[in-house]
C-alpha cells in the first residue's frame, strides 16, 4: 500500500450501483449487504470447461456473483483492461459521466480492490483514461496494488483532427499499465511485439531475402572484443571510446565470410550485423502509441457503423486494433481477460478473435441490446470483416453464454428487466450449445 494517499469524503463508506444507473453509499454494516446478488443464466450452459461471459450488470456485483456462483476466474484472471467513465461532467447517450467526484473515485477503488484477488500471478491491470482524473486514478491505483506495481502511462493517439479553438488540441488518452508482480517479473511473461516484416529491405540483394540491420558494436570495454576492422574501402576501425565489437574477433570472421556484415555509406561506414526475419527479436512496446498502430475513435466509429448502419453511432467506442495491442502484449492464447466496463463490446470482439477466455460485463442492459450482443452475433457468424477480422486470420465460430445480475439497490424497469434480454436472446439466436453443463450451472 502506497504510504502517501489520496483522501475523499465517504472514502471509507462503501459505494453500491442503485437501480439503472445511479450508486448509492451504504454503510458497511447495512443489512442489505448480506443479501444475495440475484443471478441468472439466460443462455443455456454450454460444453466448454471455460467459457467466455456476457454479463448485464454493474461490474462490482458481476464480479462478486460470479465469484460466488462459478469458477470461471479460478486460474486467475491474466488481463484487465477497463475503460470507465472519465468523469468529464459530459453526458453521453449511452452513459452518464457528471459524477460526483467522491463517487467516482469510490467507484473506481471498489472495483480495482474486487479485481486484485482474482488476478493470476502475471496478471495486469490496464486503465484507459483521460486528463479528467487519470492522475487522481493514478494515486488510488497505487493504493490498491502498491506503488511497486505501476509499468507505465501509455499515451494513446485517439485522432487526428485538430481543435483550433482550444488552448491545446488535446488528441491523446492515458492507459495506466500495472502489475501486481512488479514490472521487472512481469516483463518475463509480457509479449513482445512483432516486427513488421514490410520494413526490412534486401539492400544487397542476399538471396536470402530482406533484412534488417543493428550496430555491430556492445556497450563497455571487453578486450576479447576490441580488435581492428578493415572496411571494404581499406579505412581501418577500432569500436567507439566506452564500446566493443558485438562479437569476439574469430565470431566476426564467421559472420563476414557468411555475408551477415554490412557496411553502409558504399563500404565505407562502420559494420552492421544482418538480421533476416526469423532470427529478430520482438520489440519491446514504446509509451505513446501513434494512431497509424493502434486506430482512433474515428476508426472505431466507422467499424460500429458498417456493423449497425440503421443505429446512432456509440458515442466513445474504441477500435479494435488498440485492444489488439493490449491483448497481444498482456495474454497468450486461452487466457483469460476482463472487462468491467463493456461499453459497445471492443474488448468481447477482440478478445474472442484472438482465442481468448473473455468476462464482460456492462451495465446499460439497452447498450448490450442494441450494440454488444449483434456485435458478438457478428462475430460468432463470420460476418464481421472490419476491426482485427484480417489480421488475426478470424473465421467466425465459439460462443458465449449471457448473464444477468441484478443491483442489491433499486429497482429495474424496462430493457433493464432479465426476461427483456431473454426475448432479445431468443429473437437474435445466440448461438449456443446445449449438450452438457458448463462452469455455470
Avoid at 565489437?245 to 555475408?259: F, H, I, S
Avoid at 474472442?352 to 450494440?371: I, P, S, Y
Avoid at 450482443?373 to 462475430?379: A, E, F, G, M, N
Wanted: hydrophobic residues 35%; neutral net charge; glycine residues 8%.
Amino acid at each position: 500500500m502506497s504510504e502517501i494517499q489520496l483522501v475523499w469524503p465517504n472514502k471509507h463508506v462503501l459505494l453500491r450501483a442503485s437501480g439503472e444507473t445511479g450508486y448509492e453509499w451504504v454503510e458497511p454494516n447495512d443489512c442489505r449487504l448480506s443479501d444475495p446478488l440475484s443471478f441468472e443464466l439466460l443462455t443455456a450452459p454450454g460444453r466448454q470447461t471455460r467459457t467466455n461471459i456476457l454479463a448485464v450488470g454493474d461490474g462490482l456485483d458481476v464480479l462478486q456473483a460470479l465469484k460466488s456462483h462459478t469458477r470461471v476466474f479460478n486460474g486467475g484472471i491474466r488481463l484487465v483492461y477497463i475503460d470507465p467513465p472519465f468523469n468529464t461532467q459530459v453526458n453521453f447517450r449511452q452513459y452518464l459521466d457528471t459524477m460526483n467526484r467522491s463517487m467516482w473515485l469510490s467507484m473506481m477503488r471498489e472495483r480495482l480492490m474486487a479485481l486484485r484477488p482474482l488476478l493470476a500471478d502475471d496478471a495486469s491491470v490496464w486503465v484507459h483514461l483521460d486528463d479528467a482524473e487519470v492522475h487522481r486514478a493514478r494515486m488510488v491505483m497505487d493504493e490498491v496494488f502498491g506503488e511497486n506495481a505501476f509499468v507505465a502511462s501509455v499515451v494513446w493517439q485517439k485522432k487526428n483532427s485538430r481543435d483550433s479553438r482550444a488552448a491545446f488540441s488535446t488528441n491523446h488518452d492515458t492507459i495506466l499499465v500495472y502489475a501486481p508482480s512488479g514490472p521487472k517479473q512481469w516483463k518475463t511473461s509480457r509479449n513482445l511485439l512483432v516486427k513488421d516484416n514490410a520494413l526490412l529491405l534486401n539492400r544487397d540483394n542476399d538471396p536470402r531475402g530482406p533484412w534488417s540491420d543493428a550496430p555491430f558494436t556492445a556497450p563497455g570495454y571487453r578486450r576479447a572484443q576490441q580488435y581492428e576492422i578493415v572496411t571494404p574501402t581499406g579505412q581501418i576501425l577500432r569500436p567507439p571510446r566506452g564500446r566493443s565489437w558485438y562479437a569476439t574477433e574469430p565470431t566476426y570472421r564467421d559472420l563476414l565470410a557468411d555475408d551477415r556484415i554490412w557496411f553502409p555509406k558504399g563500404g565505407d561506414g562502420s559494420p552492421r550485423l544482418k538480421l533476416f526475419a526469423h532470427q529478430l527479436r520482438g520489440l519491446v512496446p514504446f509509451t505513446v502509441w501513434g494512431s497509424t498502430d493502434t486506430g482512433t475513435n474515428d476508426d472505431a466509429k466507422r467499424h460500429l457503423m458498417e456493423l449497425f448502419p440503421d443505429h446512432e453511432v456509440f458515442d466513445t467506442p474504441k477500435p479494435e486494433s488498440l485492444l489488439e495491442r493490449i491483448i497481444h502484449i498482456a495474454t497468450n492464447p486461452g487466457q483469460l481477460v476482463v472487462d468491467i466496463f463493456g461499453g459497445s463490446g471492443t474488448t468481447a470482439a477482440v478478445a474472442h478473435k484472438m482465442g481468448r477466455q473473455w468476462v464482460v460485463a456492462e451495465r446499460n442492459a439497452q447498450t448490450v441490446l442494441d450494440f454488444v450482443l449483434p456485435r458478438l452475433k457478428q462475430v460468432l457468424d463470420g460476418t464481421d470483416t472490419g476491426g482485427v477480422t484480417e489480421a488475426t486470420s478470424w473465421k467466425g465460430g465459439g460462443n458465449f453464454q449471457v448473464v444477468h445480475v441484478t443491483p442489491r439497490f433499486g429497482k429495474l424497469t424496462g430493457s433493464y428487466r432479465p426476461e427483456t434480454i431473454k426475448r432479445h436472446l431468443s429473437a437474435l439466436s445466440v448461438r449456443r450449445d446445449r449438450s452438457a453443463a458448463s462452469e455455470l450451472e
